[in-house]
T-cell receptor
Framework: AQSVAQPEDQVNVAEGNPLTVKCTYS??????LFWYVQYPNRGLQFLLK??????LVKGSYGFEAEFNKSQTSFHLKKPSALVSDSALYFC???????????FGGGTRLMVKP | GAGVSQSPSNKVTEKGKDVELRCDPI?????LYWYRQSLGQGLEFLIY????????KSGLPSDRFSAERTGGSVSTLTIQRTQQEDSAVYLC??????????FGEGSWLTVV
């Protein structure tokens, strides 16, 4: 069975500092990996995805994520955090056989001025 | 429409009443998902429709919950005899052939 783990319930970072939100996955076959962001009282918004190719994927709002097959990880990163990045972030995975998308439990990012 | 549309956006209902939540996916999307999210917590998978295949209902928490998708487009999630623990945001999402799923803004259900 597929699973996605986000080991941190919350990540705190100062504005201007780099941020990392961790995600590991367990998927049979080749994985498709995604990050979504949820702002307060809103639905989820797509940030970026890895399907194939370059391990470093760039997405919306300056975010990027690195696919690491040996560590089965897909950590979300941003070089310089903004207060407006404060939100709930979800990692998701599916395999290339078209199985349903599985989400991690979410990580709350708090960026302080 | 341009995005996934859900209605109602907010619903307050009395315990024991039935509710219907509607999802209108992005036109042409064959996959449709329902998730539940309680108070800014994680996503709980409820049900998954893919084209004309039998839906994956493995996430429905009880037989009070059901969903249908008519004509491969609009979906309705029905909760019968609502309980207070059903209070949550019910999120619908749809996906075409490029593996990215798009979410609606959710239906916020409060059972009093």
């Amino acid at each position: 069975a597929q699973s996605v783990a986000q080991p941190e319930d919350q990540v705190n970072v100062a504005e201007g500092n780099p941020l990392t939100v961790k995600c590991t996955y367990s998927v049979s076959g080749n994985p498709y990996l995604f990050w979504y962001v949820q702002y307060p009282n809103r639905g989820l918004q797509f940030l970026l995805k890895y399907i194939t190719g370059d391990n470093l994927v760039k997405g919306s709002y300056g975010f990027e994520a690195e696919f690491n097959k040996s560590q089965t990880s897909f950590h979300l990163k941003k070089p310089s955090a903004l207060v407006s990045d404060s939100a709930l972030y979800f990692c998701a995975a599916e395999n290339n056989a078209g199985n349903m998308l599985t989400f991690g439990g979410g990580t709350r990012l708090m960026v302080k001025p | 429409g341009a995005g996934v549309s859900q209605s109602p956006s907010n619903k307050v209902t009395e315990k024991g009443k039935d509710v219907e939540l509607r999802c209108d996916p992005i036109s042409g999307h064959t996959a449709l998902y329902w998730y539940r999210q309680s108070l800014g917590q994680g996503l709980e998978f409820l049900i998954y429709f893919q084209g004309n295949s039998a839906p994956d209902k493995s996430g429905l928490p009880s037989d009070r919950f059901s969903a249908e998708r008519t004509g491969g487009s609009v979906s309705t999630l029905t909760i019968q005899r609502t309980q207070q623990e059903d209070s949550a945001v019910y999120l619908c999402a749809s996906s075409g052939g490029v593996n990215t799923i798009y979410f609606g803004e959710g239906s916020w259900l409060t059972v009093v």
